[in-house]
């Protein structure tokens, strides 16, 4: 099969949520091309892997994922607050996974192509093709380069799916650029040979001096095998992300012999979510619109629900035969409604979390169970939170900014 010159739907980079939304397309009878720039889909990796049950019962994928796709099944989470207590999150059964990028984004791509969507890599969109239709500028097609062959599409709609770097959408004509106080700066290294507590637990550490608006994972792999990383605000701090993780590593013996067999840096959206994700004639999903987990800064499961939900708004498109803004902008009420206002939720404990000083940091960790600290990081139970805060007169003002 070859690139077509004419589409219903293209969708630019073949990320979670670029595979997601071609594959709804594809199975709700859209003629769909998925476009990937990468020589290889999946690689290289620029993620912890994390990827909770929840988000894989959402996408209807549960007993669906191969094997291959994810390396380790987590039973919950052990917490270090800044002063070093420890807090064990068990659920005793598999609540999420570390996953092999590399294959769950080579395995979603298939699926996509499976469903009818045609998938090809080496392939980069350059350039929109914008046209003047009843007075408005629609987008209606790409250009762009496979190996060193130009060409050009026509289609009824094009997606944004191009990730936390990508061009596409702000070329568009979105507002979508990135502002620093809402992008974390990521920094990984994939290890081996290392000694962990619990190989099915994540381990996170909080503290300001270990990690400034932000915290350091080890996401097992295996007995043996990590990812080990660390985010951090953008802004402001001594050092950068990569020298805060080498601090803290030197202070870990068991972490500290192991060898590096890859390493990983991006930025993160934390927040700053789009009202808006549509004109004439396009939509982003994913990271190009913002769509991650504000306070553990996980985008996967976002980006292909979201993906999920623009996939039915095309369709209903193409039977309207309206690409138009307005008939686009159902996915915007639908995206916010479904998720939005969640991550919203999510956002302001982040921003509550990140004006508050370790030792009130301690004080939580004292008083919140591991069942609220998980319900907090999906924007549920903020009058939990807020009670506690209002405990000392000093974050009155905080705690009345989340209720
Ligand atoms: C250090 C770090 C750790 C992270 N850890 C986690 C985690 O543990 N769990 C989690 O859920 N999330 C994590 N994330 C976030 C997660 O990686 C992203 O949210 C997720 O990949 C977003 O998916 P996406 O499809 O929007 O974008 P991407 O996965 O970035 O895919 C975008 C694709 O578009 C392609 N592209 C760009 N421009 C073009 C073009 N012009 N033409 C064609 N193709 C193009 C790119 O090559 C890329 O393949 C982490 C991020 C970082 C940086």
Request: hydrophobic share 40%; charged share 25%.
């Amino acid at each position: 099969m070859v690139l077509g010159s004419e589409y219903d739907v293209v969708v630019v980079g073949a990320g979670p949520g670029g595979s997601a939304t071609a594959r709804k397309c594809a199975e709700l009878g859209l003629k769909t091309a998925l476009l990937e720039k990468r020589q290889e889909i999946g690689i290289p990796v620029r993620c912890g892997e994390g990827l909770s049950i929840y988000a894989v019962q959402a996408l209807g994928m549960v007993d669906k994922l191969p094997r291959q796709v994810y390396a380790q099944e987590i039973d919950g989470a052990i917490v270090y607050s800044p002063n070093g207590k420890k807090v064990v999150i068990d659920f005793g059964e598999t609540v999420g996974y570390i996953l092999e990028r590399k294959m769950y984004d080579a395995w979603l791509a298939q699926q996509a192509a499976r469903k009818g969507a045609y998938v090809q890599a080496k392939t980069e969109i350059t350039q929109l093709v914008k046209e003047q239709k009843n007075g408005e500028t629609y987008i209606t097609g790409v250009k762009g380069n496979f190996e060193s062959d130009d060409f050009e599409i026509k289609c009824n709609a094009v997606v944004g799916a191009d990730g936390v770097e990508g061009r596409i959408t702000r070329m568009a004509g979105l507002r979508s650029t990135l502002m620093l106080k809402t992008t974390d700066s990521g920094y990984q290294y994939e290890m081996v040979d290392i000694e962990m507590e619990d190989p099915r637990k994540l381990i996170i550490y909080f503290g300001s001096k270990i990690s400034p608006r932000g915290y350091v994972w080890i996401f097992p792999k295996g007995d043996d095998r990590a990812n080990v990383g660390i985010g951090i605000g953008s802004m402001g701090y001594e050092k950068t992300a990569k020298q805060y993780l080498d601090a803290w590593i030197a202070t870990q013996p068991g972490i500290r012999k192991g060898s590096i067999v890859n390493t990983v840096c991006g930025g993160i959206p934390v927040g700053g979510f789009l009202k808006n994700m549509v004109l004439n004639g396009f939509a982003a999903v994913g990271d190009a619109a913002h769509q991650v987990n504000p306070i553990h800064g996980g985008g996967i499961g976002e980006a292909q629900r979201a993906g999920y939900i623009l996939g039915h708004v095309l369709a209903e498109a193409k039977q309207k035969n309206d690409f138009s803004a307005k008939a686009l902008a159902t996915y915007n009420e639908r995206w916010w409604t479904e998720r939005g206002n969640m991550l919203r939720n999510v956002e302001k404990v982040r921003e509550v979390m990140e004006k508050i000083a370790d030792e009130d940091m301690d004080m939580l960790a004292d008083s919140l169970d591991g069942e609220t600290i998980m319900e907090l990081c999906h924007g549920k139970r903020l009058s939990v939170l807020a009670k506690v805060l209002m405990k000392k007169p000093s974050l009155l003002k905080l705690a009345t900014a989340l209720v």
